[in-house]
């Protein structure tokens, strides 16, 4: 959602940032929301899906590279458990709930997101990146999930 949780303003930083440095990257938005935050991410060259569907959402996501999770505060973020299934490469922002999981390195701000960006275009993925997917589908499964659950009602 184009809204103050999920921080447009810190993504709209890093695109400018990714830009001025030169970076071949398409960046797109998905979803929707706040007209004036859409308007000045077109302005960027940033597609923006607009509201859809949540099965169209995850078949774009499924045609990216990379997962930019931006968000402010979260509480449980699914839609990095999602891009993790997907097995897209995530650059998150840190905050409270990603830095519960094991996602790391995490970016502070929109510079170590861009840092984090250009060493995966660049081929060069930074320590943690290639294993988060593995150990977060490992821990964030139906099977894993159904059986904590089974253990804390049991």
Request: with cysteine.
């Amino acid at each position: 959602r184009l809204c103050p949780q999920k921080d447009p303003d810190f993504f709209i930083a890093t695109v400018k940032l990714a830009q001025a440095q030169g970076l071949p990257v398409d960046f797109h938005w998905l979803g929707g929301g706040d007209d004036a935050w859409q308007k000045q991410l077109e302005a960027l060259g940033v597609q923006v899906t607009g509201w859809v569907s949540h099965g169209a959402i995850l078949q774009r996501m499924a045609e990216c590279d990379v997962y930019f999770h931006t968000a402010l505060w979260e509480s449980g973020p699914l839609s990095v458990l999602e891009a993790a299934q997907l097995g897209l490469l995530l650059v998150c922002r840190s905050i409270p709930a990603i830095d519960a999981l094991p996602v790391h390195p995490a970016a502070k701000d929109a510079a170590e997101a861009v840092q984090m960006i250009a060493a995966i275009q660049r081929g060069k993925i930074p320590d943690g990146l290639a294993t988060i997917n593995a150990t977060l589908n490992d821990i964030y499964n139906f099977p894993a999930q159904r059986a904590a659950l089974a253990e804390l009602y049991g």
